[in-house]
């Protein structure tokens, strides 16, 4: 058994493995996460909007031990990982990171926001550090605005969104 | 001594994920690319461990064994032999969970856990065999191969 604990540095070596498949293979493979991720939050985000999002993660912040917080204000929801635990693992890890690792967050988490009829702005802000943040809004054009404000100051790179 | 060692919750639906990818992998690529995945997890993540075997010193792989099915709450037990030390699984908590979650427990995660123990002792004077023995049981031997003996 791979302990749940120590799941994350299988997951990282799975990234490593299917990014060497070719350009599109992790793409094809966050639609199939996200789709798995439906059973967990889909119903909660499309009834409950950012309520429903604040939820999950609140959970997520206490049962993976998070240093993190959730924000619900001004229409908005929205995370910081201060240290995220998952990127934390798979530095903390013999193997080495996936230098994409980070990308797989984003990557299940946007194709939900659109099935949610929400617009979210996700910022890595480096994929190196365990840090990152994202804003939930219900209009396009607020989650357009932020979107702007953080590519100025991070950089295309980092920033992704799901409009 | 333990390379990894975790505190706080146990996030257990991280095990539906382990499966699903065990999945994915098969689905898209093949039974070679699970085999390599878990090869490359078992000797490059559990560097330490798979050394320690290759090293004849199997001391982690047994606190691993202990740390990890403790805090998952699986029912257990290690008996140790002057040739062999076996894991009893007598309630795994990665299948329980999964039965919770989808009302049955998954065999590819005893068949990755076979593929992870196999590639965990190569190159090492021991074998890691895995039994099942039921749908939630199962058998984990380590010991020294005939032509080690």
């Known amino acids: 058994m791979i302990p749940s604990d120590h799941f994350v540095r299988f997951y990282n070596e799975v990234f490593k493995f299917i990014d060497a498949q070719g350009p599109e293979e992790l793409k094809k493979y966050y639609d199939r996460v996200s789709k798995n991720q439906e059973y967990h939050c889909l119903k909660l985000f499309t009834e409950e909007k950012l309520e429903g999002m604040y939820k999950y993660w609140e959970h997520i912040r206490i049962e993976e031990n998070c240093d993190m917080v959730n924000r619900l204000e001004d229409g908005c929801y929205s995370f910081e990982f201060f240290s995220c635990p998952s990127l934390s693992k798979a530095v903390d890890n013999d193997a080495g990171p996936c230098p994409k690792y980070c990308n797989h967050c984003p990557g299940w988490i946007l194709p939900l926001m659109t099935k949610a009829g929400v617009f979210a702005v996700y910022n890595l802000i480096d994929r190196k550090q365990p840090r990152c943040e994202m804003f939930v809004f219900t209009e396009k054009e607020r989650a357009a605005k932020q979107a702007a404000l953080l590519i100025e100051k991070y950089g295309k790179d980092v920033i992704l969104t799901n409009f | ?149």
């Not at chain 2, 095990?15 to 690319?33: S, V």
């Not at chain 2, 290690?78 to 309630?91: A, G, P, Q, S």
């Open chain 2, 1 to 149: 001594m333990l390379r990894y060692q975790s505190k706080g919750e146990v996030h257990k639906d991280f095990h539906r994920l382990t499966c699903a990818t065990l999945h994915y992998l098969i689905d898209n690529y093949g039974q070679d690319a699970l085999v390599q995945v878990l090869k490359n997890t078992a000797q490059k993540v559990y560097k330490t461990i798979h050394e320690g075997l290759k090293n004849e010193v199997p001391d982690e792989l047994v606190e691993f064994w202990t740390y990890y099915l403790e805090r998952e709450n699986g029912d257990f037990s290690i008996e140790k032999t002057e040739d062999v030390i076996r894991l009893v699984v007598r309630d795994c908590p990665a299948l329980r969970h999964l039965a919770k979650l989808d009302g049955k427990p998954d065999p590819l995660m005893c068949e990755g856990t076979a593929i992870f123990n196999h590639a965990l002792a190569e190159g090492s004077p021991y074998e890691l065999t895995t039994e099942r023995t039921g749908d939630f049981s199962c058998i984990q031997t380590l010991k020294k191969r005939e032509s080690e003996k």
